[in-house]
């Protein structure tokens, strides 16, 4: 594609449409890199790298967080505090732990999230399973180094997945749209 020299946009036209292609004055800011330009991901990369020593210790700080905000709720049960508290841990852990080198984590602090995020009345949630998902977030993150981690994993996500979307389906029941905006398939992969 040779580049455009004016400012004017250009207007091809054929028989049943026609195809405008706008000026692109941003042209003139690119230059080519030469073989001493920074290269602003392979540092990122390596800054990462670096980091990446300590990914354990910050998941493990993570997990203990999320302990402390479940024995909270199981002290004083569901206050506006209490469920934040869980919830901001829980959410933390799920956008974290991939980076963190903990993938297969993720789905179990999805799987709380849901709960918490979608339960209209928090008091109806069962204890238990808030705390079958810490213990499985904690569990996944202390025996990453397992071969069959993967497999345990998996199974165990699917089945907390489960057992949370029938008791979001229950206590949703009333509420049909927003079931349905809730186990609508995500919009991004």
């Given amino acids: 594609m040779a580049v455009r020299k004016d400012n004017m946009p250009s207007v091809r036209t054929f028989a049943d ?3 405008i292609t706008p000026a692109n004055p941003l042209h003139k800011a690119i230059a080519p890199a030469s073989a001493d330009d920074d ?7 390596a800054a990462l790298a670096q980091l990446s020593t300590e990914f354990a210790e910050w998941m493990q700080t993570e997990c203990e967080r999320l302990e402390m905000a479940r024995q909270e709720v ?29 993938p297969a984590v993720v789905g ?11 339960t209209p009345d ?3 949630i069962p204890l238990t399973l808030v705390e079958q998902h810490v213990d499985a977030v904690r569990a996944i993150a202390r025996e ?16 907390l997945r489960e057992v949370t979307d029938e008791f979001l389906r229950n206590e949703n029941a009333d509420r049909p749209d927003y079931l349905e905006s809730i186990f609508a398939p995500t919009l991004a992969p």
Avoid: Q
Wanted: aromatic share 8%.
């Fill in 17 to 19: 449409h026609e195809v």
């Fill in 39 to 45: 290269d602003p991901v392979a540092r990122a990369e």
């Fill in 74 to 102: 199981v002290r004083l049960g569901f206050t506006e505090k209490t469920h934040a508290e869980l919830f901001r841990a829980a959410h933390d852990i799920k956008g974290e732990a991939a980076t963190f080198g903990y």
């Fill in 108 to 118: 179990a602090a999805d799987s709380l999230c849901r709960l918490l995020e979608h």
């Fill in 122 to 124: 928090w008091s109806r």
């Fill in 144 to 159: 990453y180094s397992r071969a069959d981690l993967a497999v345990v994993a998996g199974a165990l996500t699917r089945r």
